[in-house]
């Protein structure tokens, strides 16, 4: 159990897997998992994470990939969100929900490997 309003984190994940799928490559992965890191006391960390295999995301756009209407450069430097029809809205409703978390979601990404997003929750005591 965490502490957190369920539907704005089901929100959140329906997001982040989206994308995860929306920019996966032919045959390759989507994960989604949790780390529960105890703490003293009850107290502790889960750490959601969503990971793909598509084309990564551009070093350059990773500081800006959750303002509103931002695409992102995937492989070949091309905005391919606006083709695939996104809204650019996604990323940024991820960020405001994790902020009314006190919390922040990371993103780490490899071109042409993989992007790996995360955010941590703390453990209800």
Do not use: K, W
Request: proline letters at 5%; a neutral charge.
């Amino acid at each position: 159990m965490v502490t957190a309003d369920s539907d704005l984190i089901e929100r959140a994940l329906q997001n982040l897997v989206y994308n995860a799928f929306r920019y996966v490559d032919e045959g390759g992965f989507v994960r989604v998992g949790i780390r529960h890191e105890a703490g003293r006391e009850g107290t502790g960390i889960a750490t959601v994470r969503v990971t793909n295999s598509g084309p990564g995301i551009e070093p350059a756009d990773l500081p800006h990939l959750f303002e509103r209407y931002r695409y992102a450069r995937h492989g070949h430097g091309q905005p391919v969100q606006r083709a695939r029809g996104g809204s650019g809205l996604g990323l940024a409703i991820v960020h405001r929900i994790m902020q009314l978390h006190g919390t922040a979601i990371r993103v780490a990404s490899t071109p042409g490997h993989e992007t790996c997003f995360e955010f941590d929750l703390p453990i209800a005591r």
